[in-house]
């Protein structure tokens, strides 16, 4: 288990756009543990390779639901349907929310730890969290797409 330290707002990593893994190798594999070790060490739902300053397209997802943990090599959003608007932060912004327009349903494709294509669709906080993840490979924040940003207090109450 290694808990890696998550890259924090301005640093430029973050808006880089990721490249492409071109060989899935052991060391990948690591870092996609290391990734589900940190997001849940830190208890996000989401977590992009750039975030631990990696720029490589893989993210990692669990949101509690029925999937589980969700690792995705090189994934793509294939479809969306319908909209959802609210509120998100991100490991790398602590300390702000924002509210987001987002699909209310995507499915998307990538590669699994082993190489092999596998698809997932997803609704609501699911939906969000791969919209705000792959977002992340592409140096977007969700700030950059946010209609309203605001700090909150530790306690997760919204701050005048």
């Given at each position: ?83 959802q608007f609210g509120p ?73």
């Open positions: 288990m290694a808990i890696r330290i998550i890259v924090k707002e301005p640093d430029e990593v973050l808006h880089k756009v990721a490249k492409e893994v071109a060989k899935i190798t052991p060391n990948v594999q690591k870092i996609l543990t290391d990734m589900a070790d940190t997001m849940y060490d830190a208890e996000g739902v989401g977590l992009a390779a750039p975030q631990i300053g990696i720029l490589k397209r893989m993210i990692v997802v669990d949101v509690g639901d029925e999937h589980g943990l969700i690792e995705l090599i090189n994934p793509e959003i294939v479809s969306t349907e319908g909209e998100e932060g991100c490991l790398s912004i602590p300390g702000y929310r924002g509210d987001v327009r987002r699909a209310m349903t995507v499915t998307v494709k990538g590669l699994d730890r082993n190489g092999n294509e596998v698809s997932y669709t997803g609704s609501e906080l699911l939906a969000r969290a791969f919209q705000h993840e792959i977002d992340h490979l592409n140096g977007v924040l969700y700030t950059d797409v946010a209609e309203r940003v605001y700090e909150i207090t530790p306690e997760g109450e919204e701050k005048e």
